[in-house]
């Protein structure tokens, strides 16, 4: 019968012990499993954030210009009444609150989304998707035993930052601190 020793230390192994008594190591064979970068899914990945936030910009963009036109205008009727009169002043309240009323509509409608994802997105597959499920499909996001691991490192401990039980929950890696998605 040969003597077994610490691959680690050189200690004698004991039977039946499954960690070396001199360093910790642990007896048992650990097969590691190289992480390979799929560059085409990382690609994936940083196009359809990329297209998030042009449609967040767009967006944002769209706000402040209804609200800039909205504020210019009653400052022009307020002027233009001092200069003109107040029956003029009246009767561009009237349009003025229209413009109000259209403005609400569309960003409660969420069509300024929608127009948004119509201008940037007229020939892109995932438009109707969000980054945590592009994040999900992508073949490289999980490992051999199914868990989800990170696509830029292949780790598998993730930390969540922000308020949970909302949107604003974002996931990242513990390794390489990425950002991966939002939940």
């Known amino acids: 019968m040969s003597t077994k020793y610490c691959y680690e230390c050189g200690a004698e192994k004991v039977l039946g012990h499954k960690f070396c008594g001199s360093c910790g190591k642990s007896f048992q064979v650990q097969s590691k499993v ?6 085409k899914e990382i690609d994936t990945y940083n196009q359809h ?30 002027l233009s009444g001092f200069s003109i009169g107040f029956r003029f002043f ?7 609150f229209f413009l109000f009323i259209i403005f609400f509509v569309f960003k409660f409608m969420n069509l300024d989304f929608a127009l948004a994802k119509a201008i940037y997105g007229q020939n892109y597959e995932h438009k109707g998707k969000d980054l945590e499920t592009i994040y999900h499909s992508l073949d490289s996001s999980k490992n051999p035993k199914g868990e989800t691991i990170c696509i830029f490192c292949g780790n ?4 969540r930052k922000g308020i949970y039980a909302t949107s604003n ?7 390489c601190k990425a950002y991966l998605y939002t939940e």
Do not use: E
């Not at 990329?50 to 009653?74: A, C, D, G, P």
């Open 156 to 159: 598998s401990r993730f930390y």
């Open 49 to 78: 954030q990329t297209y998030l936030n042009k449609v967040s910009n767009f967006q944002h963009k769209f706000f402040t210009y209804m609200f800039f036109i909205i504020f210019l205008s009653i400052i022009l009727m307020v």
């Open 90 to 96: 009246s009767a561009s309240f009237g349009s003025i």
């Open 34 to 39: 190289n992480f390979v970068q799929n560059k």
């Open 169 to 175: 929950c974002t996931v990242n890696c513990t390794k």
